[in-house]
């Protein structure tokens, strides 16, 4: 068997009024992160891990924000395709493991419905989906309020 691990990460800005998904969630929370896409942040590091375990370079590679027919598409869409790349090379998914850095809002409530949500949108078992959130007690551009930050890591098996 083969295997392979790739890593992401991510940083948006807050924007008041915008819309906070997170894992494919709809957070309520009066800021949501700033993006092209949806701007969902747990998919895009979930996305990278996935391509760079495979070998496929990243997600602005493929889903540039310059080109318009990824302008507020659904991060979810995103990572479905990413899946497919993966997949046709002959890979699939061992898990998951996702870090998200925010003070605000707080995330510990959703995680189980992010996971089953990604869990669901990725084909594999729920325990292959590890979500974490933690703080950065009140340090930086994260407990200043000014952003939202993930990390993954991704294992991927072929036989």
């Known amino acids: 068997m083969k295997i392979r691990v790739g890593q992401g990460y991510d940083v948006h800005r807050w924007v008041e009024g915008r819309p906070c998904i997170l894992g494919g969630i709809s957070i309520d929370s009066p800021k949501g992160p700033f993006g092209h896409s949806d701007a ?11 391509l760079g375990a495979a070998n496929l370079r990243n997600i602005g590679f493929h889903f540039s924000d310059k080109d318009p027919q990824w302008k ?7 990572l ?21 850095i925010l003070d605000q809002p707080k995330l510990n409530p ?10 669901q949108v ?3 078992d729920l325990d292959q989906i590890t979500l974490k959130a933690t703080t950065s007690e009140g340090m930086g551009f994260v407990g200043r309020g000014e952003g939202v930050s993930a990390m993954a890591v991704a294992l991927i098996t072929a036989e």
Do not use: F, Y
């Open 110 to 119: 959703h995680i189980p419905s992010m996971q089953a949500n990604l869990a």
């Open 40 to 50: 969902d942040l747990v998919c895009h590091v979930i996305c990278d891990a996935l």
């Open 72 to 78: 507020g598409v659904s991060s979810l869409a995103l």
């Open 122 to 124: 990725m084909s594999v």
């Open 80 to 100: 479905k395709r990413v899946l497919e790349m993966v997949r046709e090379k002959g890979w699939e998914v061992g898990n998951v493991d996702v870090t998200i």
